[in-house]
């Protein structure tokens, strides 16, 4: 069926490192994808969207390309600050009704 | 402008007793989705609204949960009988209705189950 696979947490960084959380999804229909972030005691908001192969989301920093080949939608940061400290889903829709399929979130955590 | 809005914020009950969360979209959001949250399941839709029709019910985990949507703006969801598997965080999410577009969550409900 459809899904998304993201890697399990926690990840616990330094503050300035390089940050890749990966997350792959079932490739079935043409479903767009996105990042949500959910900090602490804060609602589910959005990061950052693709809607079609090859494209890139980008937001505050942090980036994710649209692979069809690898069925991946990696999200990457260059240097990561304390305040980044989160939950992080990848999320795929279904083409027909538009509703979110999620990964099972990564917590990341940066020390200062 | 005002975003999406649940109400209660939390809300406690016992074994058995049915409650109703509510949820406001953003005003002329025509698409509505239920979602709940769950330290054992994740992230899990429960039912997909466009205007007041629900098109996608394929998430609610048993007949004990409904849900309707009325003037294509507030809905309703309701849990009878409620067991303490049910305890969860209920999301709410709207959007104009184009499934490319970015869904806008509500704070959720917090419901535990006694």
Redesign the interface.
């Known amino acids: 069926g459809d899904s998304v696979t993201q890697m399990e947490g926690p990840v616990t960084l330094s503050e300035e490192a390089f940050l890749t959380i990966n997350c792959t999804y079932t490739a079935t229909g043409y479903p767009s994808l996105f990042w949500y972030v959910q900090y602490p005691g804060e609602g589910l908001q959005l990061l950052l969207k693709a809607t079609k192969a090859d494209d890139k989301g980008s937001n505050k920093g942090f980036e994710a390309t649209y692979r069809k080949e690898t069925t991946s939608f990696h999200l990457e940061k260059g240097s990561v600050q304390v305040s980044d400290s989160a939950v992080y889903f990848c999320a795929r829709t279904l083409s027909n009704t538009g509703k979110l399929i999620f990964g099972q979130g990564t917590t990341l955590q940066v020390k200062p | 402008g005002a975003g999406v809005s649940q109400s209660p914020s939390n809300k406690v009950t016992e074994k058995g007793k049915d409650v109703e969360l509510r949820c406001d979209p953003i005003s002329g959001h025509t ?1 509505l ?1 239920w ?1 709940r949250q769950s330290l054992g399941q ?4 429960l039912i ?1 609204f466009q205007g007041n029709s629900a ?2 019910k394929s ?1 609610l985990p048993s007949d004990r949960f409904s849900a309707e949507r009325t003037g294509g703006s507030v809905s309703t969801l309701t849990i009878q009988r409620t067991q303490q598997e049910d305890s969860a965080v209920y ?1 709410c ?1 709207s ?1 104009r ?4 577009n ?2 806008f ?4 409900t917090r419901l535990t189950v006694l």
Request: glycine share 20%.
């Open positions: 698409a989705y979602y994740g992230l899990e839709f997909y098109p996608d998430g999301l999410a959007t209705g184009d499934f490319h970015e869904q969550f509500g704070p959720g």
